[in-house]
């Protein structure tokens, strides 16, 4: 049974920093997975942020790109995203997700492509 657990989000002000952690149980292949970082806003849909897949080369949503890092340490199945420069709008619950998915496309894989997924953690910046 696959478990993936999100952690670090928090309360921070605009400008400051937050990393998060996403641990993956049960997968008998870590290495093989491709591993992202999604945000949902009230109201809003659930959208991509950054994207490792199992070579480890990764992506981004342009709102986040330059802001933001993912990484991946393997032999702890541990996944993080760094936010810098935190603004209001990035406000949102945090979710972590993985798939057994390998397509050359890694970078467009989008919410129904993930098998397995986090509870979230939320992530609030005041202004």
């Known amino acids: 049974q696959v478990q993936v657990v999100e952690s670090g989000g928090g309360l921070v002000q605009a400008g400051g920093s937050l990393r998060l952690s996403c641990t993956a149980s049960?997968?008998?292949?870590?290495?093989?997975?491709?591993m992202a970082w999604f945000r949902q806003a009230p109201g809003q849909e659930r959208e991509a942020l950054a994207i490792?897949?199992?070579?480890?080369?990764?992506a981004y949503t342009n709102s986040v790109k330059d802001r933001f890092t993912v990484s991946r340490d393997v032999p702890i199945n541990t996944v993080y995203l760094q936010m810098n420069s935190l603004k209001p709008e990035d406000t949102a619950m945090y979710y972590c997700?993985?798939?057994?998915?390998?397509?050359?496309?890694?970078?467009?894989?989008?919410?129904?492509?993930?098998?397995?997924w986090g509870q979230g953690t939320q992530v609030t910046v005041s202004s």
């Open positions: 049960g997968v008998s292949k870590f290495r093989d997975t491709t």
């Open positions: 490792i897949n199992r070579a480890g080369d990764t």
């Open positions: 997700a993985a798939t057994m998915i390998h397509s050359s496309k890694w970078y467009a894989l989008g919410v129904d492509d993930f098998q397995y």
